[in-house]
T-cell receptor, first 111, second 112 residues
């Protein structure tokens, strides 16, 4: 079973920031938080990952709470092409293959 | 995306027939994975490989076998396809234990 809880769906206006929450209250000290997304039946795409510090890359920012029990993925300026299912996954870094996908959040970016 | 291709991209077959799906990668990644995706279940790991001829079972391995005779190819075989194996199958790879996964485009399999 997935070790994360995400809302099933969210809407966001185009050009606005999309903030996708994830709860992972049972996360272990050596587990990282990964985010992937899947656009309309394509293969999942890696977005970002982190351990306890906030992370930013060209796609998104990841904010992890101090107690590491939850995190938020931020798409700073959402576009229509960001409409996808977003998966939050916790996994041990050196076991990158052991990814357990939950149901994810279906993000709809609207004009 | 690690140069991952899957073949065929679509296949329709009948119950009881053998089916082999192929995943090919051009990046010399050590690790390869097969997932299936069904409505309401997300992606579930079927089998994975951590090197040539080194494979192991995932969470939904019953009815599937795999082979990896060379680094670039990972084959998934359904010895006798059943309707419950109708699904979209994704292959994934990553370079080493500290890398993130890259996914292929998927194969849509329908078993009638």
């Amino acid at each position: 079973d997935a070790k994360t809880t995400q809302p099933p769906s969210m809407d966001c206006a185009e050009g606005r920031a999309a903030n996708l929450p994830c709860n992972h209250s049972t996360i272990s000290g050596n587990e990282y938080v990964y985010w992937y997304r899947q656009i309309h039946s394509q293969g999942p795409q890696y977005i970002i990952h982190g351990l306890k510090n906030n992370e930013t890359n060209e796609m998104a920012s990841l904010i992890i709470t101090e107690d590491r029990k939850s995190s938020t993925l931020i798409l700073p300026h959402a576009t229509l092409r960001d409409t996808a299912v977003y998966y939050c996954i916790v996994a041990i870094y050196n076991q990158g293959g052991k990814l357990i996908f939950g149901q994810g959040t279906e993000l709809s970016v609207k004009p | 995306d690690a140069g991952i291709t899957q073949s065929p991209r679509h296949k329709v077959t009948e119950t009881g027939t053998p089916v082999t799906l192929r995943c090919h990668q051009t990046e010399n990644h050590r690790y390869m994975y097969w997932y299936r995706q069904d409505p309401g279940h997300g992606l579930r790991l079927i089998h994975y490989s951590y090197g040539v001829k080194d494979t192991d079972k995932g969470e939904v391995s019953d009815g599937y076998s795999v082979s990896r005779s060379k680094t670039e190819d990972f084959l998934l075989t359904l010895e006798s396809a059943t309707s419950s194996q109708t699904s979209v199958y994704f292959c994934a790879t990553h370079r080493d234990s500290a890398d993130t996964q890259y996914f292929g485009p998927g194969t849509r399999l329908t078993v009638l």
